[in-house]
């Protein structure tokens, strides 16, 4: 008998039709002899519907507050997803994060799961019960209900897998698996049958949004498979493991791309010990985060500088360089919102020379200028004009032969 | 520096707006160097939601489920009452139920408070917080959520006030008080200024439904002070209170009504031991409450048995004691379902006679039949016809001098 958890999204549980859907599909795990715990997600925009509340009643609304408001959004889908199952003759039980022991530090809005305290979930199982836990919720120890930020749903779904040793995690969402490229720009972007985690790790952070990479990296530390699949179809899905894959069909896994991107340049800075620090510490008191950092060669002790933002940061940053870069004395400062990044993934590119310039130079037959350049192990990103990202997406899909056999 | 527990009901937060209203005024208590913990309801009608939701998954969802499910309506109140007032600059928490150490027994939709743990909220007053508690919810021994049932929020308010000592408990609702009459036909009915516990009880319990009978009778085990007034208003409000009036205006203190009665009534039934609890316990057994019996005197051994249920009980109630009473060979088994009752209420009957003789009198002439009578020691039950309700109250109300000053 395996254990299996489950993650619904959303999207999956918004209504009750659709919550009777997911029923269904839990009841046949059940019924193929698995023991079933299922992490699910408020319904639809329900949880955009607190925080409007929230802002209606306060201009900052307290985040210990907002925490427990927004934690009854995956209660309610719990509990109703239990019903559900009972109502279909199904022994199941909803469990609040708290009730399922899931301990976290006191940093509302994003915090950390601390431990897994798995007692009231394993004594569910032992009495033969399905057991529904609401996703991205929290306790502290001091009885605070906390959530966990940004794919929390996830996260509980791999912490809750990783804890009572389940065998598989399937994460159920509203597409069809980890496609080679964002369908929507590549048509001919199909899901891949497997992916390593390192390099899902690489495709999420750069812009796939399938699962969340904290819920990755949570997965490849305990060694849980994850299945990411749909919800609304039996489409086998995207398997993220750890195993090497049995041939390695195509050395790209991948591309990934991101329009979320701005670009500072501070130009003609004194190249001496301390200036990354005097610019970048500022930056992070002021909670810009930064992404890419760039430093040219130094020309007599002249260089330039550029880091990449989110636009949405793009003013504060320059609201803290500016004064910075004067007091440094460097020539000036540049910035540039129109940007985006498109990124080539996969572990097999790690011993093989050649792929950065495969890329570089299909990119440059089709006349898209790259402004800056960050890689990695298993990824080699370029950052250019957001208006060339979807042709480039294409163009690296053809070119590294990711086209679908379906 | 007195400690007052208020409680909002569920229209007195029905939206954004009102619950910054209700901000107000919790605030205004506080700045009058009180203490203040504050119990609210879910907002509006939220809670039917929640329940029309759980119908449209299960056909009869679970208890448990549900308490889970609609524990989250107050939750939801709590944070953002408490982001309100933070808005406005007072320092103020919310707890759910569980966290505000409201320990009950486990039958789900009707718990009971076993004991209430003060250490949070204490602890919070301490730091000079207003605490913002959800009622009608409390946590079992197994950290199962419960709710609990009618009157829920009213109890959770003076179970606090009880276990906090504080000194008042203010119930804000949608009505200015307690009054006299139903003053939606009795025009000239007013609010009591104060009214004893047992005559509230008896007005709550017998038709009034301000203030629930089960946050009375605890309000007066623990010598709990209880305002009930309105959060919509300045007006003062009812006090209800153990000290007797310091002057007993008027010893009749309000009439109570109810149109919700169907009569059954067992004729020539034998009359031996046992008989009645031939009819009652399979009621019981049943889930019929049972509201008044009557038996008449016994001519020849053979009696009849009159009792009254709920309109929507009526048929079950049938169906259990036509063939009792063809089995203890009573000659027929009648039922009205026509009826209503209308009843007198004051301590000061207690000692005085001629009160119900009075009632009597005035019903009579203006031709109101009387069908059966019971009484307490400060209540009076006329049931009569239901068509007659309406004209019975407004005339005992003019009979026994009630009309309001105002």
Excluded: W
Excluded at 55 to 82: C, H, K, N, W
Excluded at 112 to 121: F, H, N, Q, Y
Excluded at 200 to 225: C, D, F, S, W
């Amino acid at each position: 008998m395996a254990l299996i958890v489950q993650k619904y999204g959303g999207t999956s549980v918004a209504g009750a039709e659709r919550i009777k859907h997911v029923a269904r599909r839990i009841a046949a795990t059940e019924d193929k002899g698995n023991q079933v715990v299922v992490v699910v997600s408020a319904m639809g925009d329900s949880t955009d519907e607190l925080i409007k509340l929230a802002y209606q009643v306060a201009g900052e609304p307290s985040e210990r507050e907002l925490d427990l408001l927004l934690s009854t959004g995956e209660i309610v889908a719990s509990t109703l997803l239990a019903m559900a199952l009972r109502d279909m003759g199904y022994e199941a039980i909803s469990l609040s994060g708290a009730q399922a022991g899931i301990h976290t530090d006191s940093a509302h809005r994003r915090a950390r799961i601390l431990k897994v305290e798995t007692r009231r979930v394993i004594k569910e199982l032992e009495k033969g019960k399905i057991v529904i836990v609401a996703g991205f919720q929290g306790v502290t120890g001091e009885m605070d209900i906390t959530t966990l930020g940004r794919g929390g749903s996830d996260t509980t779904a791999v912490a809750l897998a990783a804890s009572l040793g389940a065998s598989l995690c399937q994460i159920y969402t509203d597409v069809d698996g980890v496609y080679t490229a964002d369908p929507r720009l590549v048509p001919e972007a199909g899901p891949l049958a497997e992916i390593g985690y390192e390099e899902m790790l690489e495709l999420a952070t750069y812009g796939a949004k399938v699962v969340h990479p904290r819920a990755v990296e949570l997965g490849e530390l305990y060694h849980i498979p994850i299945l990411v699949a749909s919800s609304f179809s039996d489409k086998p899905g995207t398997l993220i493991h750890g195993g090497a894959p049995m041939e390695v069909r195509n050395k790209v896994t991948g591309i990934a791309h991101d329009l979320d991107v701005a670009k500072i340049t501070v130009v003609g800075v004194p190249d001496r010990p301390g200036i990354a620090a005097a610019i970048f510490q500022p930056l992070a008191q002021a909670g810009v985060s930064i992404d890419t950092i760039v430093q040219n060669a130094s020309i007599e002790h002249i260089t330039d500088l550029t880091f990449t933002v989110a636009k949405g940061e793009l003013k504060e940053a320059m609201r803290v360089v500016e004064p910075i870069a004067r007091q440094i004395k460097a020539r000036e400062c540049l910035s540039d919102s129109r940007l985006g990044k498109v990124s080539i993934i996969g572990t097999g590119m790690q011993n093989t020379p050649g792929y950065a310039a495969r890329m570089f130079a299909v990119l440059s037959e089709r006349g898209i200028n790259i402004q800056l350049i960050t890689t990695s192990e298993i990824r080699i990103t370029c950052i250019i004009d957001e208006a060339k990202v979807e042709e480039a997406v294409r163009t690296l899909h053809r070119a590294f032969e990711l086209e679908s056999g379906e």
